[in-house]
């Protein structure tokens, strides 16, 4: 067994949804209340990802950002040593996805090599949508990244998108 460790980002707009992600992934809850984050969360886990005829024991640093415009100016100090980006926009705000170039950008710009996954997230909420799933798919493949439609509420796809960033970052 190989053990390796990650550190991921989690970038996109205020209440997207990034921290209500990684507490999905990370302890199985949700909340539906918004508390902000300032700065920047730390989180992690481990998990066992298939690696050619091997496994890898991967632990994924989770740097869970805040998406606040004050934060914009300093976000960039957090990105260093990031070898992957989990990019998030919410499905009812089409703006959010509009955003995603940027960020991407900016880990570009501190590591070139870094690999990204989409999560269009509050699939839940079926009424509210304002984004297709093609309209995901079009910025995702420009970026080479997986994609997947979640919900931090259900819970739908949230571990399948972080495995398989896992995935891009072990292979
Ligand atoms: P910042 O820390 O300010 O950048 O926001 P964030 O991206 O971390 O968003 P957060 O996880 O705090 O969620 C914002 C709000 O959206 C909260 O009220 C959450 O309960 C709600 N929310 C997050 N994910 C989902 C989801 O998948 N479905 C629904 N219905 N609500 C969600
Ligand atoms: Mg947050």
Redesign the pocket.
Known sequence: MITLAKKICLLGDFAVG???LVRRFVYNIFRGDY???IGV?VSRKTVIIPCESRVVELTMMLW?L??SAEFDRVRINYLRGAAGGLLVCDLTRPETLDSLQAYARDMLNVNPTVRFAIAANKCDLIDQQRLTPEQVESVASDLHAPCRLTSAKTGEDVEALFRQLGQLLVD
Request: glycine share 10%.
């Open positions: 990034k921290s209500s508390i902000s984050t969360n869970d805040a998406g």
